[in-house]
């Protein structure tokens, strides 16, 4: 089991910066895959970002990824997400999540998300 705790998230400017991050509780952090995905009001999730288990091979969104960069730290069990740039549509609830795939079927374990809001 993987419990997993978002932080960073708050009221931003367009065109200013976020970090945020993934705490994970356990001694497996290492054996997943993590994942950053996003739901905006009224919308459906969708991923984000994925970086593999040794933090080697990262995936985006091609939207977003000249914008967002996903990194992690094995050592602090800490996954995140560098978000330049930021947009008013990127207002959404960024969750965490960890699994063995790269997208959001691939993902067993979820965050409680933390919210992004991007004013105009």
């Known amino acids: 089991q993987v419990q997993l705790v978002e932080s960073g998230g708050g009221l931003v400017q367009a065109g200013g910066s976020l970090r945020l991050s993934c705490a994970a509780s356990?001694?497996?952090?290492?054996?997943?895959?993590m994942g950053w995905f996003r739901q905006a009001p009224g919308k459906e999730r969708e991923f984000v970002a994925t970086?593999?288990?040794?933090?080697?091979?990262?995936y985006y969104t091609d939207s977003m990824k000249a914008r967002f960069t996903i990194s992690r730290d094995n050592a602090k069990n800490t996954v995140y997400l560098q978000m330049n740039s930021l947009k008013p549509e990127d207002t959404a609830v960024y969750y965490c999540?960890?699994?063995?795939?790269?997208?959001?079927?691939?993902?067993?374990?979820w965050g409680k998300g933390t919210l992004v809001t991007v004013s105009s």
């Open positions: 970086i593999n288990k040794s933090g080697g091979s990262t």
């Open positions: 999540a960890a699994g063995f795939g790269v997208t959001m079927r691939g993902m067993d374990y």
């Open positions: 356990g001694r497996t952090f290492s054996r997943y895959n």
